[in-house]
């Protein structure tokens, strides 16, 4: 049976929207997922519900996450938030965690997951991090701008087979401190994590590129939803 995947959405608080690109939605169909959209509810018996019924969840990309998340103050570069959003994805990021079923999370998703597992980020490389090479990329959604390392062990390497690959970016936050129970998969080359995973889990990866907006013209980067869903679906 095809795996049901539950795709978060960003929210518009202004005009009291929830919107997702339909890259996502056409990613997860391509490598032979069912994808649901997943509006911000807000009881905990609904979030069980998800977990319940859902073979995977993909934390897609959006604005940034609160910083209070992980005990920090805002600073000056830190851009919107949705406080609802944060707690929704956390809550369920966390409870598919301790369910061991599969996590892809892309962008803000990896950002999201490793704050969920007791990590944090950078709220703004630009000002926390000078010296850091362009990652919010002024070039079409597809088009890849930098190289990644992919580390030796762990499923981008399997995915992959190779030790260097090219992705698109657009972020201005990144993963510091990585979770504890989590490894660094991937790197840009001044030394940003790009990627992480859970060491122990089936298939709970965080990627910091856009590999939805890519496979289109660059099919090797279909490869990761091929092995989410393929994980989705044991
Ligand atoms: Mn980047």
């Not at 996450?65 to 992980?70: A, E, S, Y």
């Not at 496979?215 to 869903?229: E, V």
Request: charged letters at 20%; hydrophobic letters at 40%.
């Amino acid at each position: 049976m095809q795996p049901h995947i539950g795709i978060t959405t960003n929210f518009d608080p202004d005009l009291d929207r929830l919107t997702l690109t339909r890259y996502y939605v056409d990613s997860v169909e391509e490598a032979g997922g069912i994808p649901l959209l997943l509006p911000l509810a807000g009881k905990q018996e609904t979030w069980d519900r998800y977990v319940e019924v859902l073979d995977g969840l993909l934390l897609s990309g959006g604005v940034d996450v609160d910083p209070g998340h992980f005990g920090e103050e805002p600073l000056p570069g830190l851009g919107e938030i949705t406080p609802e959003r944060d707690i929704f994805e956390i809550a369920l990021a966390q409870q598919f965690m301790q369910a061991g079923k599969p996590i892809l999370a892309i962008c803000r998703g990896i950002q999201l997951l490793n704050i969920a597992a007791g990590g944090d980020i950078y709220q703004d490389i630009t000002t926390q991090l000078p010296g850091t090479l362009k990652h919010m990329q002024q070039a079409p959604r597809w088009y890849a701008t930098h190289t990644v390392t992919i580390q030796g062990e762990g499923k981008l390497a399997d995915i992959f087979h190779c030790s260097q690959i090219r992705v698109n970016s657009f972020h201005h936050q990144a993963v510091r401190l990585v979770a504890d129970g989590f490894c660094v998969t991937a790197r840009s080359l001044d030394g940003l994590v790009e990627a992480i995973e859970m060491t122990a889990s089936r298939f709970t990866v965080g990627v910091q590129w856009h590999p939805e907006c890519m496979w289109q013209r660059d099919r090797k980067h279909l490869a990761l939803f091929l092995k989410f869903i393929e994980h989705c679906s044991q």
